[in-house]
């Protein structure tokens, strides 16, 4: 029998849960016609609430409704802190339906938990029934604070096939990354009259896991985790980006006119920078990436800047391919010509890009470019051999047919901060491949003020932005002429006139030493950095001591050093029998303060 809509009300009403919900009492002698609207009237969710547009002070909390509401809420506090809630009622989404909340004044490094709720514009409609489920999220930590390890992920193209897409949204569910980018083509059509809800059905939903997390109250909670994209040509469709704009809250750092199109962020100490080149498929509509172009100019702003320079790792992600084998698009030939130059004279490590569906990676001049479009979208046919013609390609997932689903995977990155390692692995979403592709990078220890000394004909100088270069090179640890306290110049031949308070020096004073003393001609330069080492006595004979021209660089700060054959330990900058070793070996040293280095291989002179 079925019920009447009297009673299923009236034992809802009954519910303990359900008067936290925001119900209204029901008022006696109410007729059955106001019942049924009542009924009818709970304004439900569509798109569960996200974090978007995440900084160390500010998210952005962004949801759908199923109704038109006019009263969008979100309550917060500090994660676990049983404290009173906040509250955000400013809603700055234009559509009716889409709810984004920014909150500000929140402290870095902090997960905080929320609910939301909305109110539908229709009178007599209730309130979504989301109070009682808190979510999390985590604030990005402050540059100058990093935490000591953390991971971020990359993956893209993840239209079409929902199930494809949710498989790879839940493995990158499990990595709990800190935040995760995404290189374009989210949905099929994301744009056009009939197309809004490929954005729930095909990019929101599939990725629950991932960009909702799991609420706090549960054992498993785990924060959401903010996705950030770039545009894709699929994004576009010929008709502007109004879906992509509505339902994505992005840094807005570019250049006026071309807000959140491309933009920076920094987590940690990575600095990541989005950039938009979907006017390969698109001119008219999309900004132009061509020298000259507000954003090419804006991109080079970028490379340019202290943040970019301060940080360890420069990543770089779009949608077209700077390389690529693939049979379903061609490389770009405009990311080729116009953005690589830039990568290479400014140091970035790691390039992502999509539209090609397949697993790909390059290595070009000392810079990898990931080709990560394995999120959803048909797989393309792909060679899996490796190339040994530049750009070399070290690693492809294969493909045999289009419509496959062997090429869904992500790239995972683990950061370690301290160590200044990059960890990279990338694995297919079906194990039963057995495929993966796994490399790391290292960057020398960082100089944080202290003696900096030279061995050879050196010529000391600085760039415009006043890091330090040994004959016209900057030193790959990024030293800022203004950490130099002391300078000890032990070649001969050895040019200071760079060496200014004007180019930065202005610690110096009088802690220059020109030392050399006889004409040896040292080839090379040799550069030590050292902290805390200005009572150590440098040895008179140190240049000569040294063979340059089997030393390409050394860098290191109080390091100690051990010979495996007398397990002698000595001060590096004291000129040890283990830093002699080490520098006829070629070996390049790069250790953190005070530390020992057992991953030092010193080899004995002569060894192989
Ligand atoms: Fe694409």
């Given at each position: 029998m079925i019920e009447s809509l009297r009673d299923r009300?009236?034992?809802?009403?009954?519910?303990?849960?359900?008067?936290?919900?925001?119900?209204?009492?029901?008022?006696?002698?109410?007729?059955?016609?106001e019942e049924r609207r009542l009924l009818a009237a709970a304004t439900t969710i569509s798109i569960k609430p996200c974090v978007q547009e995440v900084t160390p002070a500010a998210a952005v909390i962004l949801w759908e409704t199923?109704?038109?509401?006019?009263?969008?809420?979100?309550?917060?506090?500090?994660?676990?802190?049983?404290?009173?809630f906040n509250s955000v009622t400013t809603d700055r989404n234009a559509d009716t339906k889409i709810a984004e909340m920014q909150i500000t004044g929140l402290s870095a490094d902090t997960e905080y938990?929320?609910?939301?709720?909305?109110?539908?514009?229709?009178?007599?409609?209730?309130?979504s029934p989301s109070?009682?489920?808190?979510?999390?999220?985590k604030t990005f930590p402050n540059p100058a604070s990093p935490p000591s390890?953390?991971?971020?992920?990359?993956?893209?193209?993840?239209?079409?096939?929902?199930?494809?897409?949710?498989?790879?949204?839940?493995?990158?569910?499990?990595?709990?990354?800190?935040?995760?980018i995404h290189v374009g083509d989210a949905p099929?059509?994301?744009?056009?009259?009939?197309?809004?809800?490929?954005?729930?059905?095909?990019?929101?939903?599939?990725?629950?896991?991932?960009?909702?997390?799991?609420?706090?109250?549960?054992?498993?909670?785990r924060p959401a985790v903010p996705v950030i994209p770039v545009q894709g040509n699929h994004e576009y469709a010929g008709t502007g980006t109004h879906w992509y704009s509505s339902y994505m809250s992005l840094p807005n750092n570019g250049v006026s006119g071309d807000a959140e199109k491309y933009f920076s962020f920094t987590y940690g100490n990575v600095f990541n920078i989005g950039l938009n080149t979907v006017a390969d498929d698109y001119p008219s509509e999309a900004p132009s990436y061509a020298p000259g172009s507000n954003q090419y100019n804006w991109l080079v702003s970028q490379l340019q800047s202290t943040a970019f320079q301060d940080a360890t790792w420069h990543v770089v992600y779009m949608h077209h391919p700077a390389y690529t084998w693939c049979q379903g698009h061609s490389e770009s030939v405009n990311v080729q010509n116009y953005l690589v130059p830039l990568f290479e004279q400014y140091g970035v490590d790691l390039v992502y890009y999509g539209h090609c569906h397949v697993y790909e990676r390059y290595v070009n001049n000392g810079i990898q470019y990931v080709l990560s479009g394995g999120g959803g979208a048909p797989g393309h046919y792909d060679r899996t051999d490796q190339d040994t013609t530049p750009p070399v390609r070290?690693?492809?997932?294969?493909?045999?047919?289009?419509?496959?689903?062997?090429?869904?995977q992500s790239s995972i990155m683990d950061v370690d901060v301290p160590n200044r390692t990059l960890n990279y692995e990338c694995y297919a979403h079906d194990r039963s491949l057995g495929f993966t592709d796994t490399f790391m990078l290292t960057k020398p220890a960082l100089f944080s003020g202290g003696v900096l000394s030279v061995y050879g004909d050196a010529t000391v100088s600085a760039t415009p932005e006043g890091f330090v270069t040994v004959n016209g090179k900057t030193l790959s640890g990024l030293v800022r002429a203004s950490q130099v306290t002391q300078l000890r110049a032990f070649g001969p031949g050895a040019d200071l006139s760079g060496v200014t308070a004007a180019n930065g020096f202005a610690k110096l004073g009088r802690n220059v030493q020109l030392l050399g003393s006889d004409s040896e001609d040292l080839g090379s330069a040799v550069v030590l950095l050292g902290v805390n080492v200005a009572s150590a006595a440098e040895p008179a004979a140190a240049p000569k001591l040294i063979d340059a021209a089997s030393v390409d660089q050394v860098m290191a700060r109080e390091v100690k050093v051990s010979t495996p054959a007398a397990s002698q330990t000595g001060s590096l900058l004291g000129g040890s029998a283990g830093f002699r070793a080490a520098a006829r070996a070629k070996d390049a040293l790069f250790a953190d303060a005070g530390e020992e280095l057992p991953t030092l291989r010193l080899r004995r002179p002569g060894a192989r």
């Amino acid at each position: 029998m079925i019920e009447s809509l009297r009673d299923r009300f009236s034992r809802r009403r009954s519910t303990p849960a359900k008067r936290k919900l925001g119900f209204r009492p029901l008022r006696a002698g109410v007729e059955p016609l106001e019942e049924r609207r009542l009924l009818a009237a709970a304004t439900t969710i569509s798109i569960k609430p996200c974090v978007q547009e995440v900084t160390p002070a500010a998210a952005v909390i962004l949801w759908e409704t199923g109704q038109d509401c006019s009263d969008n809420q979100v309550y917060y506090r500090v994660a676990g802190s049983g404290g009173a809630f906040n509250s955000v009622t400013t809603d700055r989404n234009a559509d009716t339906k889409i709810a984004e909340m920014q909150i500000t004044g929140l402290s870095a490094d902090t997960e905080y938990e929320f609910r939301v709720r909305s109110k539908a514009a229709k009178r007599n409609n209730g309130y979504s029934p989301s109070s009682t489920d808190c979510w999390s999220f985590k604030t990005f930590p402050n540059p100058a604070s990093p935490p000591s390890q953390f991971t971020f992920v990359a993956y893209g193209d993840t239209r079409t096939n929902p199930t494809w897409h949710q498989g790879v949204a839940d493995d990158i569910a499990a990595q709990n990354a800190a935040y995760v980018i995404h290189v374009g083509d989210a949905p099929e059509t994301g744009e056009g009259t009939g197309y809004r809800s490929q954005w729930k059905s095909m990019y929101f939903d599939p990725a629950t896991n991932l960009l909702n997390g799991v609420v706090y109250s549960q054992p498993t909670h785990r924060p959401a985790v903010p996705v950030i994209p770039v545009q894709g040509n699929h994004e576009y469709a010929g008709t502007g980006t109004h879906w992509y704009s509505s339902y994505m809250s992005l840094p807005n750092n570019g250049v006026s006119g071309d807000a959140e199109k491309y933009f920076s962020f920094t987590y940690g100490n990575v600095f990541n920078i989005g950039l938009n080149t979907v006017a390969d498929d698109y001119p008219s509509e999309a900004p132009s990436y061509a020298p000259g172009s507000n954003q090419y100019n804006w991109l080079v702003s970028q490379l340019q800047s202290t943040a970019f320079q301060d940080a360890t790792w420069h990543v770089v992600y779009m949608h077209h391919p700077a390389y690529t084998w693939c049979q379903g698009h061609s490389e770009s030939v405009n990311v080729q010509n116009y953005l690589v130059p830039l990568f290479e004279q400014y140091g970035v490590d790691l390039v992502y890009y999509g539209h090609c569906h397949v697993y790909e990676r390059y290595v070009n001049n000392g810079i990898q470019y990931v080709l990560s479009g394995g999120g959803g979208a048909p797989g393309h046919y792909d060679r899996t051999d490796q190339d040994t013609t530049p750009p070399v390609r070290v690693s492809g997932l294969f493909c045999d047919a289009t419509d496959t689903d062997k090429h869904l995977q992500s790239s995972i990155m683990d950061v370690d901060v301290p160590n200044r390692t990059l960890n990279y692995e990338c694995y297919a979403h079906d194990r039963s491949l057995g495929f993966t592709d796994t490399f790391m990078l290292t960057k020398p220890a960082l100089f944080s003020g202290g003696v900096l000394s030279v061995y050879g004909d050196a010529t000391v100088s600085a760039t415009p932005e006043g890091f330090v270069t040994v004959n016209g090179k900057t030193l790959s640890g990024l030293v800022r002429a203004s950490q130099v306290t002391q300078l000890r110049a032990f070649g001969p031949g050895a040019d200071l006139s760079g060496v200014t308070a004007a180019n930065g020096f202005a610690k110096l004073g009088r802690n220059v030493q020109l030392l050399g003393s006889d004409s040896e001609d040292l080839g090379s330069a040799v550069v030590l950095l050292g902290v805390n080492v200005a009572s150590a006595a440098e040895p008179a004979a140190a240049p000569k001591l040294i063979d340059a021209a089997s030393v390409d660089q050394v860098m290191a700060r109080e390091v100690k050093v051990s010979t495996p054959a007398a397990s002698q330990t000595g001060s590096l900058l004291g000129g040890s029998a283990g830093f002699r070793a080490a520098a006829r070996a070629k070996d390049a040293l790069f250790a953190d303060a005070g530390e020992e280095l057992p991953t030092l291989r010193l080899r004995r002179p002569g060894a192989r």
